[in-house]
């Protein structure tokens, strides 16, 4: 085995004990039950790690990670994984997160060809057209970026609600909410796009508040 992969099985061993120095049973305990509150859909960006970010440990967030943070209806990884977190480890809360500075949008944003994943993109394309009034008042390129990745966020937020799995949890009364956030990487703070849906009543009224308290 290469000497770079041996250093990831040492740092492997490293973490390990670290984690049993705090608590000596926890790997025992956690291989015995998943029971995560949070669904985490995040972008696959390496800067972007889900659990570090919000301070939880391995067992608390589930995770479903891809190029921009997309949900679409024909990605069943997706929805395999949404199906899964809802119907069997009834999680609470479904966090869509991005980041500025994301590599996909800013592709799409800029017509950067990069290959197969132009394809994926064409929804990031598509986001940015369906709000063509607002992102043509940012004053520059750094601007438009910011407010596509907070779009892109909230179009997904809503894609999320839309879905067969979230629609039919509220039908029967399951608590669920969904939430919109975006990370900044030169800082690592989170930001709350003011987008958290917990049924089909108050769908359109906060995806519409959403992008009415974008800047302008």
């Known amino acids: ?15 390990a004990e ?37 301070g939880l440990l391995p067992g608390e967030v589930f995770v479903h990670r891809n190029i921009a943070n997309l949900i679409v209806h024909s990605d069943l990884n997706c929805l395999s994984t949404i199906q ?43 986001i940015n057209q369906k709000h063509d009034t607002l992102m043509k008042a940012q004053q520059d390129i750094n601007m438009q970026s910011d407010r596509l990745c907070e779009l892109n966020v909230i179009e997904q937020v809503l894609n999320a609600c839309q879905t067969t799995v979230v629609q039919d949890a509220w039908q029967r009364g399951q608590p669920l909410t969904v939430h919109g956030w975006v990370y900044r990487l030169n800082n690592g703070l989170l930001n709350d796009l003011k987008i958290s849906i917990s049924s089909q009543e108050e769908l359109m009224e906060r995806y519409q508040e959403a992008i009415n308290s974008l800047p302008t």
């Not at 790997?27 to 919000?54: M, T």
């Not at 999680?91 to 800013?106: A, D, L, Q, T």
């Not at 060809?113 to 394809?119: F, M, P």
Request: charged share 20%; with cysteine; proline share 4%.
């Open 18 to 54: 670290k984690v049993k120095e705090k608590d000596p049973t926890f790997f025992e305990k956690l291989s015995h039950q998943q029971a995560p509150e949070y669904l985490w859909i995040g972008c696959s960006d390496s800067r972007v790690p889900a659990n570090e970010l919000i």
């Open 84 to 126: 899964f977190a809802v119907d069997v480890l009834a999680v609470k809360h479904i966090i869509v997160c991005g980041h500025y500075g994301c590599g996909g949008v800013n592709a799409a944003l800029k017509g950067k060809r990069v290959g197969l994943v132009d394809n994926w993109l064409r929804h990031i394309h598509d």
């Open 1 to 15: 085995m290469p000497d770079h992969l041996n250093n990831l099985f040492a740092n492997n061993r490293q973490w």
